[in-house]
């Protein structure tokens, strides 16, 4: 099969915002493909690159080989291409690299360089995420869809699975189970404003501190010991210091959920970038690791000496984990008895500087790849009044209406205002009608990507932090910003300062 044909069915995907019309386009390309190209088809049209990381970041795309006039190129041999840049290592092997980039690129159209350069960078949407591809392969494969989600869960990646289902059928994605040493997609939690409305008095419910940390899961299989992150990257051998935890712990196979993040020695969170930093560098980790330990904290065990324990209660898995794992080892938790109660945790874990805390439902199963209420995170929630600067033109079911946008804080010393970040988040399809035509009536140009407002509108942000940033002019950014509500009661003049915003960051 041809790129180019996964090409035109992303344009599709994109251009359209019925999901039936997203799922039959992703159907005709699976059937079509043959089982050698089903899960490079599956992978490339989630925007995920098979590689995971080749070694080429958005510098190395800045300068492209001119276009080829016509489609030559596979999909496998994108793939053997990409896998040949990946596997680059050693002296030179930048220039290396950029030389197989260069020649790869050349045999591509424009049209399919833009497409492998999202690939590449992590940054391809065009609507076809989970919601999508796993109806596609239920619906190609004749598998029922709750099978292929939790294989997909179990998994990690939905690719392996489209494999399996159209190629084996029902019995092929029912084998598909956990494999230590191969990551889960993570449980994921849903979101309460407050400790009382998380708290259920009808259920057996515990509260456990929230840490701004770095979720890891860990894989032990005798020795050998494999760390990865929420987004199912490995980060071995960048935590060394973890890997000889977990190597200690008295058992042969596990897989265990948790955190890692970097204290104080009085045992306090340091900024979450400073957690971020360390486990994002793979240079030198036992230097890494003198100047800056991090400790795991897990709450969560999965799997105990060939026994899967994803579908046992959470009470079982913490009985388990309990007996495996000394406290050190383990997230702070306590029963709940009441509200009082639950809320004096959380007043006590804020107080710590720490994240927030996490509802459970010790009666659920590990949902992996899911949210629900089987575990309901509170966090401290932070607003601000902003002006947005400028607006993005949305893509996949946002196509056409004006999305995301430039966040300032009104700067009194220049009488400007500075940039703090952007979030798509909390917007309602009547959000997205309204601030189209809003910000069509600002707009200082009509950019094809980004258009500039003129700085009048006020919106209400909620954020969960503030991170020091390189990227923005005032040093700072917001952490997981979303819309509240536009202020049309509030003119520029009245919104809030980057002196404000420093203040509320400590500086």
């Not at 205002?417 to 601030?435: A, P, V």
């Not at 520029?492 to 509320?504: K, W």
Request: proline share 5%.
């Amino acid at each position: 099969m041809l790129l180019h044909e996964v090409v035109v069915t992303s344009a599709a995907i994109r251009a359209t915002r019925s999901r039936l019309a997203k799922r039959d386009a992703v159907v005709h390309l699976l059937q079509a493909a043959t089982t050698h190209e089903v899960p490079l088809v599956a992978a490339y049209l989630a925007g995920v690159l098979p590689q995971r990381r080749i070694g080429v970041g958005w510098r190395g795309l800045r300068t492209v080989a001119p276009a080829a006039a016509a489609p030559q190129v596979t999909v496998t041999e994108l793939d053997s291409a990409l896998s040949e840049i990946a596997a680059v290592h050693g002296s030179g092997a930048t220039g290396r690299r950029a030389g197989l980039l260069a020649g790869l690129f050349a045999r591509l159209t424009s049209d399919e360089q833009r497409f492998v350069g999202g690939l590449i960078q992590g940054e391809l949407r065009q609507g076809a995420g989970d919601g999508v591809m796993l109806t596609a392969i239920a619906a190609a494969s004749g598998v029922p869809e709750a099978a292929v989600r939790r294989a997909v869960m179990l998994a990690g990646f939905a690719a392996p699975v489209a494999a399996a289902a159209m190629d084996g059928g029902v019995d092929a994605v029912a084998a598909i189970g956990l494999v230590v040493g191969r990551p889960v997609r993570p449980m994921l939690a849903d979101s309460s404003p407050a400790v009382g409305d998380a708290v259920d008095p009808a259920r057996e419910q515990q509260i456990e501190t929230k840490l701004d940390g770095i979720r890891i899961q860990a894989h032990k299989d005798g020795d050998d010991v494999r760390l990865f992150t929420r987004s199912l990257e490995e980060i071995t051998d960048r935590l060394p210091e973890v890997v000889e935890i977990v190597q200690a712990m008295p058992a042969d196979r596990l897989v265990l959920d948790g955190e890692a993040i970097a204290l104080t020695p009085e045992g306090r969170p340091l900024p979450f970038q400073v957690t971020g930093a360390r486990t994002a560098s793979s240079a030198d980790p036992e230097r890494l690791r003198a100047e800056t330990p991090v400790t795991p904290k897990f709450f969560d065990l999965l799997h105990l000496n060939g026994c899967d324990l994803i579908d046992a209660p959470l009470r079982e898995r913490q009985r388990a984990l309990a007996d495996l794992l000394p406290p050190e080892w383990r997230i702070d938790a306590s029963a709940i008895e009441s509200v009082a109660g639950a809320q004096r945790f959380f007043d006590d874990r804020v107080a710590a500087a720490h994240e927030g805390v996490v509802v459970k439902d010790l009666d659920a199963p590990y949902a992996a790849g899911r949210r629900g209420a089987g575990w309901i995170k509170v966090k401290p929630r932070h607003t601000l009044d902003l002006v947005v600067l400028a607006v993005e033109w949305g893509s996949g079911r946002r196509q056409g209406f004006l999305s995301n946008i430039h966040l300032g804080a009104r700067d009194p010393a220049t009488g400007g205002f500075t940039m703090l970040g952007k979030t798509f988040k909390g917007m309602t399809d009547e959000m997205l009608r309204w601030q189209t035509a809003r910000f069509t009536e600002l707009a200082t140009d009509q950019g094809d990507w980004v258009v500039h407002v003129r700085p009048e509108q006020v919106v209400e942000i909620a954020f969960d932090g503030l991170q020091r940033s390189s990227r923005y002019p005032g040093g700072l950014a917001l952490r997981f910003a979303r819309v509240i509500r536009y202020r049309d009661d509030k003119s520029a003049e009245e919104a809030d300062t980057i002196d404000t915003v420093r203040t509320l960051a400590g500086g």
